[in-house]
């Protein structure tokens, strides 16, 4: 089957069947160091280049946050000014995590995998070794997503823990055109955070840009040209 796009630019099969790179959204209450807004705390945020200011914002706040934690002896001690003190686990640590992963929704039954709890939009790669490795992988738990190649199918699984969860079946080609399309929302994002960065982290934004990349599993865009298009609003 044929991929097609949605008015919002999302692409799908024509069976309805839509795949989003998502971020899960940090608590924003009290944060002031940039805009944020646009989707409820803990919530999955659509990653692609049509995002607005206050939406990139969340997202690097997010992911910032997700990699909020106490240094060990083998980094610089964390600095004393709030917005070099929020960024120091971004900008320091080998391991980036980026909490959240891809969600897929069968529009037409109602039906949508999400990623589980401990997932991270870094671990996506799974998601080809179902086409091209092992013909499986899980995403998180809490709930347990499971894919499962069969044959020329792939069979989906909201919830592996529980007996009568629902599933999601589409063809293994239709999945693989899906991830495509995800990969290029995510650079889309990466271009949109390049540009945001220079404009709300200027003394930063070479770093967290390229910060961005690594837990994305993206290649670092570089300096923003002046062609380059910014985020709305």
């Known amino acids: 089957m044929m991929t097609v796009r949605n008015e919002g630019c999302v692409p799908?099969?024509?069976?309805?069947?839509?795949?989003?790179?998502?971020?899960?959204?940090?608590?924003?209450?009290?944060?002031?160091?940039?805009?944020?807004?646009?989707?409820?705390?803990?919530?999955?945020?659509?990653?692609?280049?049509?995002?607005?200011?206050?939406?990139?914002?969340?997202?690097?706040?997010?992911?910032?946050a997700h990699n909020d934690v106490v240094p060990d002896d083998d980094r610089p001690p964390r600095p004393a000014?709030?917005?070099?003190?929020?960024?120091?686990?971004?900008?320091?640590?080998?391991?980036?995590?980026?909490?959240?992963?891809?969600?897929?929704?069968?529009?037409?039954?109602?039906?949508?995998?999400?990623?589980?709890?401990?997932?991270?939009?870094?671990?996506?790669?799974?998601?080809?070794?179902?086409?091209?490795?092992d013909g499986w992988a899980s995403f998180g738990h809490d709930p347990s997503p499971l894919a499962e190649r069969q044959g020329d199918a792939v069979r989906l699984t909201v919830d592996a823990d529980r007996d009568d969860s629902p599933v999601i079946e589409l063809a293994a080609g239709d999945l693989r055109r899906l991830l495509t399309g995800m990969e290029r929302d995510l650079t889309g994002f990466l271009a949109l955070a390049a540009a945001w960065a220079v404009r709300h982290l200027p003394d930063h934004a070479a770093p967290v840009t390229s910060a961005l990349a690594r837990a994305l599993l993206l290649r670092d865009p570089g300096p923003p040209s002046p062609r380059r298009p910014e985020p709305v609003g």
């Open 12 to 64: 799908h099969t024509l069976r309805v069947i839509v795949l989003q790179p998502v971020l899960e959204v940090t608590d924003p209450a009290g944060f002031t160091l940039w805009p944020v807004g646009g989707i409820e705390p803990y919530g999955f945020l659509p990653l692609s280049g049509t995002l607005d200011l206050a939406e990139v914002g969340t997202a690097v706040m997010s992911i910032a």
């Open 81 to 133: 000014d709030p917005l070099g003190s929020f960024l120091h686990g971004l900008l320091t640590m080998d391991d980036l995590f980026a909490s959240g992963g891809l969600r897929v929704t069968d529009t037409a039954s109602g039906v949508t995998l999400l990623p589980g709890c401990c997932n991270g939009l870094e671990e996506r790669r799974d998601w080809f070794d179902v086409l091209d490795g």
